[in-house]
């Protein structure tokens, strides 16, 4: 398995901007998107959960991001079909479903909050519904990675 340099370092810089976008959200957006809802309606803090949601989903992403560039760095060094690629998928594997238990959350909260406020969440309850599917996806993905990483472990004679 030959990968070209200039690839997996493409990935890698790709990685690292999605990583600073992540961070800019944390930093950036969510606060201040706190800071208006606190100002627009004080007293109130239906906000909360959702930003609680929000923060989770961004750690457990970065958390992902940190593990896809080093699953990158094990390709570059021709360790892809090793123990350590295969704890990186699993790791990848259980931010997704982390990821959905998050996003999960927040539909049920809209969902309460909805019924009562009398307002309509089914914007964004099929938007939390899309990255459900999004993520399954990938996780489904992931998993497929690991089946052949597996059978080639598996296969190897144990070394005692």
Known sequence: ????????????????????AVLA???VLLPE???????ERPGDYSLYPLLVCAYGICITFSVALYQVL??????EKKNAFSELCLQSLEVIKKCTFTVIFFIFLAI??????????????TGPISLCLMGILVTSIV??????????????LDSQPKSN
């Open 1 to 20: 398995m030959k990968v070209k340099v200039g690839s997996s370092t493409f990935l890698k810089v790709i990685i690292f901007l999605i990583g600073i």
């Open 25 to 27: 959200v944390c930093i």
């Open 33 to 39: 998107a706190a800071r208006r809802d606190a100002i």
């Open 70 to 75: 080093k699953l990158l760095t094990y390709v």
């Open 108 to 121: 049920v909260y809209l969902r309460v909050l909805a019924q009562f406020t009398d307002d309509d969440a």
């Open 139 to 152: 996780a489904s993905i992931v998993d497929v990675l690991q089946k052949p990483i597996k059978n080639v």
